[in-house]
């Protein structure tokens, strides 16, 4: 058992469930439609920052999706297909996402209380409660 204090924000719970892992950042929205290779959970946006970095098991945070309502589909292929992120933090989440997230069992957080792109960098190691909206990490 870790002694070290460990910090958390509080946000907004979306989707319910608690998951931990390494935080990969999307500072740009992402359209899960043809943004998202639903096979592999690769990144394939076109001219996007973290093209070919896979989502998978990972904790993604991005500001919010856009494009197309089947993007909710797409998540529920990437968890059906074991190449979902473990959870998801959102600035604001839109419909597309948040019904992606519920209908696959990702957790979901967003609206934290500070700013995530200045709390967090790429791989650092969080866990996201959904069910009680907030996020920690040490």
Do not use: Q
Not at 98 to 105: C, Q, Y
Not at 108 to 123: A, Q, S
Request: proline share 6%.
């Amino acid at each position: 058992m870790s002694t070290g204090m460990s910090m958390m924000i509080a946000g907004h719970p979306v989707s319910k469930g608690v998951a931990s892992g390494e935080i990969l950042i999307s500072e740009t929205p992402i359209s899960f439609l043809g943004g998202i290779d639903p096979d592999t959970g690769e990144i394939i946006e076109k001219n996007h920052p973290k093209k070919g970095v896979s989502i998978a098991d990972r904790v993604f945070l991005f500001p919010h999706g856009k494009g197309s309502t089947v993007g909710s589909y797409i998540i529920y292929s990437l968890k059906k297909n074991g190449v979902a992120p473990c959870a998801m933090i959102n600035l604001a989440s839109e419909t597309i996402v948040a019904v992606g997230a519920i209908i696959s069992d990702i957790p979901l957080v967003d609206r934290l209380n500070e700013d995530p792109f200045t709390v967090f960098h790429d791989g650092d190691l969080v866990e996201v409660d959904g069910t009680l909206g907030y996020v920690t990490w040490k």
